[in-house]
């Protein structure tokens, strides 16, 4: 699978390719560095199956890393809010970290809202499309407003929050995602044979021909 693409106005500066390449790294881990990127609304589930598929992952002998959401906005996109603006410019980095982690060789699980198409369209090129998957978490709202694991729909109802995806801000779904999950029954557990079976399929669990 082929190396992140560079940025679009680079400046001054002249991408160095170096004799390691992405495919070596993957030989010797046995298996394909991807992004599968969770979409859904908060409270959907994105974090808790990224983290089971993880577990789950490791336990077999697979290298995975959950991206996550909340965890970057400490530091990478710290400083960013939840306008439009900076949402997308939240996901832009985002995605160019978990570039530079599949080209490690990684399976990245990146649990993140990107609420707009066009959000994670930009996300697709970034990461390059041959090794995107996109879930979305496709939990109703109801069932995400009922669980309220952050309070924020709480918060939002209470007008303390106007911009919650979902309520005050859009969310709009993916019409063809790799694969749909919708959480509001059983547990994280359940999902996961959809999950490695997407890995299965798309030859991510495989290392790449000579
Ligand atoms: N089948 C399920 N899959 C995932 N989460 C579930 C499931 N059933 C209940 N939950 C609960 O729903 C909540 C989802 O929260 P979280 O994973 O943080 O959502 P998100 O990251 O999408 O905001 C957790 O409290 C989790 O325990
Ligand atoms: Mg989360």
Redesign the pocket.
Known sequence: MKSAPVSADPGPVVWHRYAVTPAHRERLLGQRGCVIWFT??????????AGALEHCLVAQGNLAFVLD?DNVRHGLSRGLGFSTEDRAEHIRRVAHAAALLADCGVIVLA?FIAPLRRMREAAREIIGPSRYLEVH?ATPITVCEA?D??GLYGKARKGRIGDLTGLGAPYEPPERPDLRVD?A????V??LDALVGLLRSCGVLEPPGE
Do not use: N, Q
């Not at 609304?41 to 974090?47: D, P, T």
């Not at 029954?185 to 994280?188: F, V, W």
């Open positions: 859904g609304l908060s409270g959907s589930g994105k974090s808790t199956l959401g649990a978490v669980r694991p952050k959480t029954r059983g547990e994280a359940d999902h």
